[in-house]
């Protein structure tokens, strides 16, 4: 079993910036960002495979980086320009094995409890 643990959730206004955190409790190899907003369903933000190379949903593209710390089993989000479209429950999610499509939610294991971001214009 593996338990993530996600932080840095909060509230900004349109073009601030957040920094979130996801750390693990033990080894994975992909990890990844995901988000829910009221009324939708749970989409993917970015990825990461173990060698910490992000992958990017394309309405994120250019305004959030995703970075991994393997010695810190941590996975970070850093979001700028924020728009009020960002405002969601973000969730961390991993995989012990390296999944099909790191974006596709049905193929990770290990969710956290998710952290809320809300963006008001």
């Known amino acids: 079993q593996v338990q993530l643990v996600e932080s840095g959730g909060g509230s900004v206004q349109s073009g601030g910036s957040l920094r979130l955190s996801c750390t693990a409790s033990?080894?994975?190899?992909?990890m990844g960002w995901f988000r829910q907003a009221p009324g939708k369903e749970r989409v993917g933000v970015a990825a990461?495979?173990?060698?910490?190379?992000?992958i990017y949903a394309d309405s994120v593209k250019g305004r959030i980086t995703a970075s991994r710390d393997n010695a810190k089993n941590t996975l970070y989000l850093q979001m700028n320009n924020l728009k009020p479209e960002d405002t969601a429950l973000y969730s961390c999610?991993?995989?012990?094995?390296?999944?099909?499509?790191?974006?596709?939610?049905?193929?990770?294991?290990?969710w956290g409890q998710g952290t809320q971001v809300t963006v008001s214009s």
């Open positions: 033990g080894y994975t190899y992909n």
């Open positions: 999610a991993a995989s012990t094995w390296p999944v099909g499509d790191k974006l596709q939610p049905g193929d990770y294991a290990y």
């Open positions: 990461t495979d173990a060698d910490g190379k992000p």
